[in-house]
């Protein structure tokens, strides 16, 4: 089955100052990548995602990137805001009835 | 729209004994998943409904875990016995879309802790 490695575990940044978080996916199938942001308390909640036809993709302050050679994608948040400080996972799928595989997830502290 | 409803928010019991969560979609939203979030890992699918039949139980502990979602609207995820390391938030999440995870409604979740 897809597993996603996710990086850092933990990430610590100043205001207005870039945060990149990385992972990695083993099943070479996975062809959509979402990316969740949960606040203390609440259930995930998606931001951002990409299919694997695109390289890049961005909203706002948020983008991500693909690279589906080496099985990596991104997401990068620039200008961070407080309000940014909470736990992102990173996820993979196949698609369709596919199950989405999250990663281990990463907690983002932007200091103001 | 109303989002996701789960309760109870929180439960606490001891280990042996049995739990129910109950889970609301949002309407219209044919598929159905629970989740399990133990303490700083990301989800982890059970099981996922569409409609009233079951896509994918894979990672359901059937010998103590029991799901159904009645007339494809409402779910109930049940544990018997309970063990402790069934401590975690159980999410429930919605979609009107098959499995991709866009279009995915999280609820806030039911903390276990079971002791």
């Known amino acids: 089955g897809e597993n996603v490695e996710q990086h850092p575990s933990t990430l610590s940044v100043q205001e207005g100052d870039s945060a990149v978080i990385k992972c990695t996916y083993s099943d070479s199938a996975s062809n959509y990548f979402p990316w969740y942001k949960q606040e203390l308390g609440k259930g995930p909640q998606l931001i951002i995602d990409i299919r694997s036809n695109v390289g890049e993709k961005k909203d706002q302050r948020i983008a991500v990137t693909l690279n589906k050679t080496a099985k990596h994608f991104s997401l990068h948040i620039t200008e961070t805001q407080p309000e940014d400080s909470a736990v992102y996972f990173c996820a993979a799928s196949e698609g369709g009835y596919q199950k989405v595989t999250f990663g281990i997830g990463t907690k983002l502290q932007v200091i103001p | 729209e109303a989002g996701v409803a789960q309760s109870p928010r929180y439960k606490i019991i001891e280990k042996r004994q049995s739990v129910a969560f109950w889970c609301n979609p949002i309407s219209g939203h044919a598929t159905l998943y629970w989740y399990q979030q133990i303490l700083g890992q990301g989800p982890k699918l059970l099981i996922q409904f569409q409609n009233n039949g079951v896509v994918d139980d894979s990672q359901l502990p059937k010998d103590r875990f029991s799901a159904e979602r009645l007339k494809g609207v409402d779910s109930t995820l049940k544990i018997q016995p309970a063990k402790l390391e069934d401590s975690a938030v159980y999410l429930c999440?919605?979609?009107?879309?098959?499995?991709?995870?866009?279009?995915?409604?999280f609820g806030s979740g039911t903390r276990l802790t079971v002791v």
């Open positions: 999440a919605s979609s009107l879309s098959t499995g991709t995870g866009r279009g995915y409604t």
